[in-house]
């Protein structure tokens, strides 16, 4: 049953049970609007208390209507007839009210929550605006300003703050709907309150539009619908709520079916299916319940710091006191960090902090339930520590490998029981990023591959099966990016034009601007392990660069000048002569935004098309979590598989055909020439329970 009615004495108490996130389907929003009618003629009832079964109050829509014609009734009709309901309705949440489902509650005379609740309208996320009166009713109960927070950016806030902001009536401290059975009673001997609808908005100050409109057009950069849900609520603000409620649902209309729409919901779909690939879905995992890291460094120590903040206890080994120590304070920085950036407070860093011991005796590992080694990029180190591992370690620990570019194969080599080893490559800094390749072996239990992705969802991360090859898959995509950047320098680009080319597409710094940033000289220590294999990486100028000791930031020159405490890129005369060098004989040509990009990201499509090709990548859809997650690609844009096929892939075999031609990128391949036949290489994603 979706919808059931009970009473309470003189309260009625309407209960959605609609699992597994009280989404709101067209049977529940038509249970509601019969609830309503039914409850309106019932005399023995004096007011009704609107709750949910299971973890959630509404959770949002129901996916299983997206890109579907909408059924009525509409969810603003739903929200209209609470409003307007003869008896007053007390919504009492527990769990997430977002989306539609704080629209509903927005339409109760009164809103009672659970001290865990949580309130927004992250619409934004998906490429639009709320569209059944969030942006209208809201700014009329908390304000314009405190609504523009929530809305513009799509962020959910607490119980508390949202009783302080006027949000919610009262905070549930106990048994929610005891309690919001009380409140009921008490409020139905009281004067109704005014309906949202027929409040006004506060005044603001004479500038605050223009103010805000310049901020929310910095945060969302490219992204369209923040700046359309501004004016929502500008709207809201200066006109009556029928005007604004029409232009609201015009709006929210509008961009449903917008490129940006459709991105976003790509990447909403993949990183709810991401953590539960089908290759593991019936798979236990092992319990982990503690872990240890081999190594203090950058990486070590923010993957010890992702570990702390959720929950495990973790040892960290290093090879000496002395490194034992560095090692600690490298971890102890990362939480001095959060505190300063008020993420965390002083009590919970310390916490955080007392549960990391350090240590430079493996045999303090003999219980661990995972350790993951984080030690230089040396295949004879790493190899070092697993055989110490081997020794130390329960037969079922799990051992894992944070590598970017060795063969986890390799790296295993000779490691006993090698049914419990695999790689798990973290993104620096680990304790943010939130993208974690996850790579099995040739002998990974499929268990041990299971509990890699329950260690994502534990940490909160974005997880992608990738297969073995060098780079992963990122990683051997960003080699295409930076070989076609350098392309384009010996054709008549420059690195300023580049940069600013990649971030007119929506990148947040262009590949020469970042290469400065993480250091030409790591790059350049790849390049010589490729050609100790016998390949041929192309990269004339960063090689030069690199000889010269221009490797970035760090030593105040790389692709671009750097003065002494001041990170501002500026162009390089050296760097100019450099490519004029490299460049004698070739062909040169004007270069503009739009050709830039598609020298570098239709390429970068190409090269993932070869990753599925391979097996190295099992979905598109991971490539563009991939991309996104650890790479910076506008989410906007949904990543480069997402892009390629909106544009049409027909296309794009003709653009990298013609680069081909001009010996600037190398001509599609089979699996995207096939693809293009079939004009799709994208997977549906499933396992979504909830959206706005």
Same mark, same amino acid.
């Given at each position: %049953? ?8 003189? =309260? ?12 709101l389907s067209q049977a529940l929003r038509q249970a509601l609007v019969e609830a309503v009618s039914s409850i309106d003629v019932d005399e023995t009832v004096d007011a009704v208390v609107l709750i949910c079964t299971g973890r959630t109050f509404i959770a949002g829509a129901d996916v299983n209507e997206f890109g579907k014609p909408p059924v009525p009734p509409h969810l603003p009709e739903v929200v209209t007839g609470i409003e307007n309901a003869e008896k007053p309705w007390i919504a009492a949440m527990h769990g997430s009210a977002l989306g539609g489902g704080l629209e509903v509650a927005l339409g109760c005379a009164y809103r009672v929550a659970a001290a865990s609740a949580n309130f927004g309208l992250p619409e934004v996320k998906l490429g639009i605006v709320p569209g059944a009166g969030g942006t209208v009713r809201l700014p009329r ?6 609504? =523009?927070? &929530? ?104 961009? /449903? ?11 909403? $779909? ?65 939480? *001095? ?15 955080? &902090? ?18 993951? *080694?984080?030690? $230089? ?41 090698? *049914? ?12 943010? %990023? ?67 080319? &990649? ?5 947040? &710094? ?99 098309? /070869? ?21 910076? $690609? ?42 293009? *036949?079939?004009?799709? $290489? ?11």
């Open positions: %049953m979706t919808v059931t009615i009970t009473h309470e004495g003189a =309260i009625a108490v309407v209960t959605i049970d609609n699992p597994p996130v009280n989404a109960l908390i304000g314009a300003p405190a609504t =523009i927070d &929530m809305v513009t950016s799509g962020t959910a806030i607490g119980a508390g703050k949202a009783r302080d902001l006027g949000l919610v009536d009262a905070v549930i401290e106990g048994d929610l709907l005891p309690a919001a059975i009380t409140f009921a009673g008490e409020v139905s001997r009281k004067p109704r309150p005014q309906p949202i609808r027929e409040r006004s908005v506060p005044p603001v100050e004479s500038d605050f539009w223009a103010r805000t409109e310049k901020a929310v057009a910095t945060k969302a950069k490219r992204e369209v619908a923040p700046l359309r849900a501004l004016a929502c609520i500008r709207t809201a603000s200066e006109a009556d709520f029928l005007t604004a409620t029409a232009f609201e649902r015009e709006t929210f209309l509008e961009l /449903r079916g917008s490129a940006q729409a459709a991105a976003l919901r790509h990447i909403f $779909f993949a990183e709810r299916a991401a953590p539960r690939p089908p290759e593991v879905a019936d798979v236990a995992p092992h319990d982990i319940g503690s872990a240890a890291v081999i190594g203090g460094g950058t990486m070590g120590a923010g993957i010890v710091a992702a570990l702390r903040d959720a929950g495990l206890p973790v040892v960290l080994v290093e090879r000496d006191a002395t490194a034992v120590e560095r090692g600690l304070a490298n971890v102890g920085q990362i939480f *001095e960090n959060s505190v300063k950036r008020g993420r965390i407070s002083p009590e919970i860093a310390a916490e955080r &902090m007392a549960g990391v011991t350090g240590t430079g005796d493996y045999g303090a590992l003999s219980d661990t339930d995972l350790v993951i *080694e984080a030690v $230089f990029e040396d295949l004879a180190v790493k190899r070092a520590v697993f055989a110490q591992l081997s020794r130390v370690c329960r037969a079922d620990a799990i051992l894992a490998t944070n590598t970017s570019y060795l063969d986890p194969n390799e790296i295993g080599e000779g490691l006993a029981h090698p *049914e419990r080893f695999l790689g798990l490559h973290f993104f620096s800094p680990a304790h943010v %990023m939130k993208l974690l390749e996850i790579v099995p072996t040739r002998t990974t239990a499929l268990p041990v591959l299971a509990s890699g992705f329950a260690l994502a969802r534990l940490l909160g991360k974005i997880p992608v099966h990738a297969g073995i090859c060098d780079g992963f898959i990122g990683n051997r995509i960003l080699k295409v990016t930076r070989a076609q950047a350098e392309r384009l320098l010996l054709s008549g680009a420059t690195p300023v034009t580049v940069d600013a080319a &990649m971030r007119a597409f929506g990148l947040p &710094m262009g590949p020469f601007e970042a290469q400065d940033l993480g250091g030409l000289d790591i790059a350049a220590f790849q390049r010589k392990a490729a050609r100790g294999r016998g390949e041929a990486p192309f990269a004339p100028v960063a090689d030069r660069l690199c000889a010269m000791g221009r490797v970035g930031q760090k030593s105040n020159g790389g692709w671009y000048d750097y003065q002494p405490g001041d990170r501002t890129p500026q162009p390089s005369s050296a760097v100019a002569a450099i490519i004029t060098q490299e460049a004698a004989g070739l062909t040169q040509r004007t270069w503009d935004e739009t050709s830039i990009a598609d020298a570098i990201i239709l390429p970068m499509v190409n090269e993932a098309a /070869r990753l599925l090709e391979e097996g190295i990548a099992l979905r598109a859809a991971d490539i563009d979590l991939v991309k996104i997650h650890g790479y910076g $690609f506008p989410r906007w844009r949904g990543g480069p598989m997402h892009y390629a096929q909106a544009r049409g892939l027909a296309e794009v075999v003709t653009v990298l055909d013609r680069l081909a031609t001009e010996g600037l990128a190398d001509p599609a391949c089979d699996g995207l020439r096939l693809a293009a *036949e079939r004009d799709s $290489f994208m997977a549906a994603a499933d396992s979504v329970d909830e959206v706005p």
